[in-house]
Each structure stands twice: as C-alpha cells, then as structure tokens.
C-alpha cells in the first residue's frame, strides 16, 4: 500500500532512452530537472539544476523512497507515491482520514484535485475528497460513492462530470444496501436526489415522491471510444444529458429504461423503455439513438427537440449487426457512420449517414430563444447567473457554431457560496464547525514570529464561485499576524530516513535548527536559520553510535532533538510497550515489541532521559525505578544486522495517583479504527470533556483510549505536578477528585460529539461512588479487607471501600486549559499498573 502526495508545479515528462532505468521530468518555466533514481523495487526522488546536474549538485526532497511506477502528470500538479513506512510527515496532502486503502484522481480541471479515497471500513464504496487550489489540504463532498471493476480490473467511480456546466456532478452514493443518485451543481457542497418523471414513456402518471422514490442513473462511462456509455453530455449543449436508469427506490439493473433531461438535470423525460446508444449532432440540435441489441437492426430514432419527440429513419436495407457508431468531428458535423457486419461469418460493413439534406437552411437570430441556467428555480450557479442561446424546439434549422452563454452576471456572495475549510463539518444548523480531531487554534507549523498566517473562519469559498461582496469578507480566512511562541516540536533526520550510516561518507541530516552536535566533538552553529533545503551534510570518521543533537532557542524558550545515529535484516517495525503512568521507587517493566517478531540475533540500546550512556542487552524487556517524580523519557533501538528501529515513549512518576477504566456507548465502536492517531485524538477530547463537566484542572487528568474493540480508556487522576513540599496535596485530595469523577460519570454528565449527529456517553467501567484502589502503603490494610470479602465472603459487590477524609478538603485547583500529559503519552500501549484495583482485569496489549 502506498500513499500519494500532489505537488504543484509546471512540468513536461520526458522518457530517457533506453537501457537507463530512470525518469526524468523537467519543468517548462525553470531550468530544475525531476528525476527518479530506480532500484530493483523502489526508486529516489531527486532533483537538480539541469545546467549543473551532478552527484554533488542533486537534492532529494523526501526521505525514503517512492513507487517507480506511480508518477503521475495532470495539468498542473504532480502526484508521487511514497513509501509510508518511512516518516509520515513528510506526505503534503491533508486529509482526515488517518488510514486510507486505496486513492484515485479523479480530476484536476479548474486547479482542484478530485480524489476517491477508499477507507479502513470501506469494500466496494469511496469518499469523495476536494483540495484547496494548492492540492494539499482535502475536504470530503461525499461519502460512500459506488465503486466496480472495468473489464481490465481498474477501479470504475460511478461519478460523472456533467459537460458544459461548471461545478455539475452526478454520484450513485451506497445508502445502507440501497444504491440511490444524486446530483450537485457546486462541486459537491450541495447534494439531492433526481426528482423522476411526471410522466412515463405513454402519458401515465408516474407517483414517485421524494424522498421515498427518485430517478436513478447509471453513470459508467464506455471505455470504447467506438461505442455509447449509459449516460452522455456535450460542451456544445450545456443543457441536454441523456442516460440510462430507473425510476423507484434504488438503482437497479432490471427495467432499465432512457431518459433525457434539456434544463441540465432539474427535470427529466422517458425517451426509451430500452437501452439505446444517443449520438449529439449539430451541437444537440439533432440527437440520434440506436438501440442496444445483439440482434441486426435497420432503424435509428432522430429527435430535433432536445428528446421531446422522435422519428424513425432507415438507414440500411439489409439488417446490420451494430458494432460501434461514430460521429465526424467538428461542431457542425451532420455526418455519422455507423459500423458492423451483415453476418457473423461477413467482413465488416460501414455506412456513413449524412443529415444535412433535413436542413434546407442555417438558423437566423429569431430562431433561437434565452435559457437560463437554474438549479431548482436557484438562478444563482457557482456564483453566477448564466444565461444561454438555444434554439427554439419548433424551428428545424442547422446551428452550425457554438457560441457559449450569451451573458454572465456574478451573483452576491450568500453563504451557500461557501463550503466547510479544511478541518471542519458541517452541523445540521448548516454551520461549520471544527471536527474533533481538528484544533482550530493551532498554528501553521511554517508560522515564524514576524510573519502572518491566514486564520480560518471556519468557510472556504468554493473553487471556480464567481459571486461577489455579500458575505465573501465576513466568510474569507483574515491574514494575522504570527504570535512569538516558544519553539516547539523541533525534529531530525537523515536524509534517507535510515539511522544507519557509512564511516567516511557523507551523512545529509534534515532538521530546523539553529546548532548542530554531530557527537564526535564537531558543533556547527547557524544564525537566523529556519531551514536548509538540501540538509547538513557530515563526514563521520569513526565507527560508533552518535548522538546527534540539535537546539533551536529564541527570547522565549528553546527546543532541542536528539538522534543516535549508528555508523557501520529486515525488521519492519519496534514498538516501545511501558506503562502510562507508575510509582516512585516502584520496578517498571518495558519492553520491545517487534515486528515481525523473529529476525536473528537482536541488540537492544537502551536511553534514559537525558543520559547520554546507554544501557545494551540482548533481552527485548527491561526492569528500572524511578526515584524522582515527573515526565521521563525511554528510547529504545534494536539492531538487527544494517537495519536499526527505534521507538521512544514517556512516562509519568509519581508517588501516589488513581486510575479508573472508562466505557463509552456502543455507537463508538462503529467509528473506531483502532489505529493510534485516532485513539490520541479521541483521547483528547474525552478530557476535554470530563474538565467541562467537573471544573477539575486538566492537570489533575490523564486519559488514554485503549486497543481493541470494545472501545475502552483508562483515566488516571494525578496530583498537581507544580505542587512541592508542603503545598504538596495528601492523598484525600485525589479521593475528593476521584469522587467528584465517578459521581459525574454515574450520572451520565460526560458526553462528546465525534460527529455531526453522533453523540457518545462516557461511563465509568465499574459505577461505584467509591474511589479506587490507591495501593499507598497507608492504605494496604483497607485493599486486603476487601480482597478477603470477595473470596470467603462473596458479598464484595456490596462492599463500601472508603478512603480516610481529612474534615475540610482542600479546593480544587482553578480550571485550566493546559493539555497536561496527554499529548505526551496517548500513543503508549496500555499495561496494567501498580495504581490498578486489583479486581480489574489487565489492560489490553500493546500496539504492534
């Protein structure tokens, strides 16, 4: 599997003669030459200048490697696919979907990408997704669009781009097991169902209400350029769609029937109780259909009024078996030659039928009438009003030229103009509002004190709108200025994602920094130096493993990152599996979850906070105490032969917490993927949650979402981490938070929205108004009582557990809106700790 990322740029592709085994790609407005290094199964994205393109000379913009064979040019924009399996980062595109399966183009017209994008929960349906200008940040327009097989296995999306109006689209969209048609006119902001016929083919009323029962279409276009798809539109009649469907509850193969609609999709007439292949001439002026059959046929149907009426003309003799129609090029072509054979066992037969003898004149100025462009009644289309020539259905003239529309009139931006920025959805009020795995305060991460980002107002304006003032100032993104922030998340990286490196080579590390430690006794600083675009190169002399550090500091803080570098077997993936949380002065057990898990021998490298010695074994796990309360850090790499992996995690110390399982209702299984950025995020918001709902300071508050299914989290109360000496708060002061905690919980208080229309209640696991377990010594004697209830006695569900109460409890801390541990330790894998009752069952195990 692969992820693809767009790039902007203006490029021609040019194959390099054989035997090289590389593509070249050079731009046409600079002199910079893209290529793709290849390897037996994979290949390097490089690029250089092309008056100067040497070894020395190329730079390579991603770590890792790509697909050889995903190189895709389309209009302005590059698309690459690269190998995820190095740093994710590094992919441009943004999107909410943490865990894609499958992507594809679907169109770049307008500068917008399109793309079908198959999820984790997905089989034979897509989501439909539409950039920005730029093709990085994506917002979906619909989901669960049907998706088939074409005769060569390539992947068919039933989405149709209406030719000739701006913004129109048709979807089949999987509602449940019902596949239904929809159509928007705004790409894709908007969405409803086709209102079928009044009437069917013989005058009778057809009783189909919306939206119980509709039209649906089926919208495959032919991948033989000899022959008709099921549905059909022209740039030279904008108005005039005819396709193949059904009238009812769903779309269906059986009683397929052909319909026409001549005011771009509102209304729609049976022509056909047949499937019949329709051919536009004279710019829609003359539509001609030959019936779908595998039998020979003699006649063909000519409608001069946009399908209203039709009449039947011979055009052979002997009955033709039909292979294929095809009309002469050109706007003003009257000529069509139909193709086939007379038998099975005859050559093939071609007769070219020529329509100009109907038309003994050109049309005048009088014959045509103004049409405008609607959407139910709505003259207003992609901010615009657009109002076209058509001829009027009784004059039977040729048209000859396509004129377009005959006048455009930008409309007054409304906020139907506006779609949902990046980040947000779409509330049932019509509001955008930011989804929940989207925090609308944070910063571009290219954002530097001095300069301005464009601070989202929740609305973006929808690629190609034409409309004008109204609310276009109120709706735009407002340029702000970057506030001065400590540096933060500072990050670094060899250029080719490994950690290994060979002595007496150049070694190219990626960072943004402002001084570099390369760990054998050589420091570089840099002044005023955001970042470099071809890296820092280095020579390391000697054999070791290095640990290379980097400080970025401004007036308000500073940021350092560290990288052990190895300078000298397939492991894939090494996941660090530690408790969130433990006891001061209590053993921790951590330990190297690898995969797969039997690779050969195995060298394990242990790192402890800042200590720069570390500590090597030959066991995957690791026992140590921590003597000190706080946030502590453990890295660990595993060499296995040339490839060498490492994860770090932190953990938190502290001389007493509690902990409480969690449980949610059950409609959040539907939506849990299980993968960790999901369970980091949900993760987040149930804290959020449980402050608004207790005013506890989130200091006070860690909550980590566990593996598995069914979705469950452990909470963990914490003391105050500022607290010291004799401000420090006694263990009662954890029992009153726990109290309040449970008491919230019990009464079904905390609650979150995951989505529009999807509301999740948090439980706790096991309703007690007792708090848990605290196995502080002070307290063993009380944990002891209620283990020997449950064994001898058997009544321990009836059993009150209280904690000792000093008579005035300290207040709680005010609210606070500091992310306190969470951000820090989400991803960890979840393991029973010492703080757990002892009645819980363990937590599940780690992620691999």
């Not at 509001?431 to 944070?442: E, G, M, V």
């Amino acid at each position: 599997m692969t992820a693809c990322s767009p790039f902007l740029s203006d490029l021609i592709y040019v194959p390099i003669a054989k035997p090289a085994t590389d593509w070249i790609v050079l731009e046409q407005w600079s002199a910079r030459a893209h290529a793709a290094a290849e390897r037996p199964f994979n290949a390097q994205y490089i690029t250089c200048r092309m008056q100067n393109c040497t070894e020395a000379t190329r730079s390579k913009p991603f770590p890792g490697y790509i697909d050889p064979d995903s190189l895709i040019v389309q209009d302005d924009y590059v698309f690459q696919c690269l190998f995820p399996s190095h740093s994710k980062s590094f992919f441009p595109m943004q999107n909410p979907t943490p865990k894609s399966l499958d992507m594809h183009v679907i169109s770049t017209d307008e500068n917008q990408v399109f793309a079908a994008v198959q999820e984790w929960n997905q089989n034979d349906t897509y989501n439909l997704y539409i950039s920005d200008t730029r093709g990085v940040y994506f917002t979906l327009a619909l989901e669960n669009i049907k998706s088939s097989r074409g005769l060569e296995g390539n992947v068919m999306i039933d989405l149709y781009e209406v030719a000739g109006i701006k913004g129109m689209f048709l979807a089949n969209k999987k509602i449940d097991s019902q596949v239904k048609t929809f159509i928007t006119y705004n790409k894709g902001r908007d969405w409803r169902l086709l209102q079928a016929p009044d009437t069917d083919l013989r005058g009778n009323p057809v009783h189909c209400l919306l939206p119980y029962c509709s039209l649906h279409l089926h919208l495959k276009v032919s991948e033989n350029p000899y022959t008709s798809g099921n549905i059909a539109s022209r740039d030279t009649a904008p108005s005039i769609i005819v396709a193949s469907g059904n009238i009812g509850t769903e779309l269906s193969d059986n009683d397929i029937s052909m319909f026409v609609s001549s005011d771009a999709g509102n209304t729609w007439r049976q022509i056909f109780e047949e499937e019949h292949s329709v051919l536009y001439l004279d710019q829609g002026g003359v539509l001609v259909a030959m019936k779908h059959t595998s039998l020979p046929i003699r006649h063909l149907w000519l409608s001069f009024d946009e399908g209203r009426s039709w009449s039947k003309y011979s055009f052979t003799s002997t009955p033709l078996f039909v292979d294929g129609v095809l009309g002469e090029p050109g706007e003003e072509t009257l000529i069509m030659t139909v193709f086939g054979h007379f038998s099975h066992r005859s050559e093939w037969q071609l007769v070219k039928v020529d329509y100009k003898s109907i038309f003994d004149r050109r049309c005048a100025e009088e014959d045509y009438r103004p049409w405008q462009l609607h959407s139910q009644g709505e003259a207003c289309i992609m901010g615009a009003k657009r109002i076209y020539r058509k001829r009027k259905s009784e004059k039977k003239c040729m048209q000859g030229k396509y004129a377009g529309a005959m006048a455009s009139e930008p409309c007054v931006c409304t906020e139907a103009d506006f779609d949902c920025d990046y980040g947000y959805e779409r509330h049932t009020n019509g509001q955008c509002l930011p989804a929940f795995w989207y925090n609308p305060s944070s910063l571009s991460k290219d954002c530097s004190f001095g300069q301005s980002y464009l601070n989202s107002t929740g609305y973006r304006k929808v690629v190609s709108n034409n409309c004008t003032d109204g609310v276009r100032e109120q709706y735009t993104a407002k340029p702000q200025q970057c506030p001065g922030k400590a540096p933060h998340g500072l990050r670094i990286i060899t250029s080719d994602g490994k950690l290994t490196a060979e002595q007496g080579h150049n070694v190219t590390l990626m960072v943004q920094l402002e001084e570099v430690d390369f760990g054998d006794g050589i420091a570089v600083s840099y002044a005023n130096l955001s970042s470099t675009e071809d890296g820092i190169k280095h020579v390391y002399q000697n054999v070791g493993i290095f640990r290379v550090t980097v400080q970025v500091e401004n007036s308000l803080g500073l940021d350092s990152a560290v990288l052990y570098l190895h300078v000298t077997c397939p492991l894939e993936h090494v996941h660090l599996s530690l408790p969130f949380v433990t006891t001061k002065n209590k053993e921790v057990n951590a330990t190297a979850v690898l995969w797969p898990s039997q690779v050969g021998t195995l060298t394990y490298i242990w790192w402890f906070g800042n200590n720069t010695e570390p500590l090597v074994t030959l066991e995957g796990s690791i026992t140590f105490t921590f003597s000190v309360e706080g946030m502590n850090t453990i890295t660990v790499q595993v060499s296995a032969g040339n490839t060498i992996l490492q994860d770090t995690k932190t953990i938190a110390v502290y001389e007493r917490f509690q902990s409480l399982r969690l449980s949610f209702s059950p409609n959040l299984d539907e939506y849990n993927p299980d993968i960790p950025e999901w369970r980091r995020d949900v993760s987040r918001v149930i804290k959020r949650a449980l402050v608004e709902a207790t005013s506890i300071s989130s200091k006070h508050i860690l909550v980590a979402v566990l593996p598995g299914l069914p979705t469950s989290a452990e909470l963990f109360v914490l003391p105050c981490q500022e607290a010291t000496g004799e401000n420090k708060r006694p263990a009662e002061d954890l029992d009153q938070i726990s109290e309040i905690l449970i008491h919230k919980l019990n009464q079904n208080l905390v609650q979150f929205e995951l989505k529009p229309g999807v509301r999740v209640l948090v439980h706790a696991a096991h309703l007690s108004a007792v708090p848990l377990v605290d196995l502080t010594p002070s307290h063993s004697g009380s944990a002891m009582l209620m283990l020997l209830s449950v064994v001898f006695v058997g009544l321990a569900v009836f059993v009150i557990y209280k904690f000792k109460r000093y008579d005035l409890p300290l207040p709680l801390p005010p609210l606070s809106t500091d992310s306190g541990l969470t951000s820090m330790t989400l991803e960890q894998p979840s393991h029973e700790s010492p703080m757990f009752s002892s009645s819980r069952p363990p937590s599940p195990g780690p992620d691999v």
